[in-house]
């Protein structure tokens, strides 16, 4: 039994959404959340920048004592993922657009794929779309000012709208009838997607399968919290962005209120 925190960080907020499915599988844990803000979106930034903002969020959060790391960032994937575990002794569990599965869903054999312009272009998606297209076809949606808009919380905005239906239509125009999320920012507004997209079309992404990978993790390390006898398991936010606009956007998107901290000042610099 093991009850330090796992840590979790994200660009910004959109990690969240890979939160609330790892904490409905694993309820007894205690979760560490990194958003960092202020340099969101990573998707626009050189892949050297990306990997060593990484490595010190990731330092904090060993710091911290976290027994595990969620890389809960498509473009934080595939720039760093192989770095840190390369230096951390911490089971690092990581994104990867739900691919395969679409292949399986998709009757029409044509799939779209929301995502960040920096996941796109990644070696790591290139090889992952690779190994599938060989029966399917994959069209590859960048989707600049998304993330943007959802930082700030308002997930209904028109803006997201005008967004969504810019980087859909062309989508479905070209008879996709399955969707993949490729950026955790995406499942936070997958209710807008669905009704843009309609009924018969696929909207699905890769968190569920990666709460299943950490509990695999936990269990192979030895690293599960089992005991009820620590008190409530608890999560702790911290951001890169001003802590009382965190906070807010927090409470609004976690559904219960949250009071987030400052990253330390030597976290502070680009």
Known sequence: MNNNPIGIFDSGVGGLSVLQQIRRRLPLENFIYVADSAFAPYGDKPELWVEQRCI???????????????????????????????????????MEPAIKPAAGLSRSRVVGILATAGTIASEKYSRLINRFQHDCRFISQPCPGLVEEIEQGQLNSAAIEILLQKYITPLLDQHADTLVLGCTHYPLIAEQIKSIAGRSVNVIDGNAAVAAELERQLLQHQLSNSSTSQGAPVEQFWSSGNPASASGIFTRLWNNTVQASRLPAELMQE
Not at 80 to 93: E, G, H, T
């Open 56 to 94: 010190d969020i990731t330092r904090f959060l060993t710091d911290q004592q976290a027994k595990a790391i969620v890389l809960a960032c498509n473009t934080a994937t595939a720039a760093a993922v192989s770095r840190l575990r390369s230096l951390f002794d911490q089971p690092i569990v990581a």
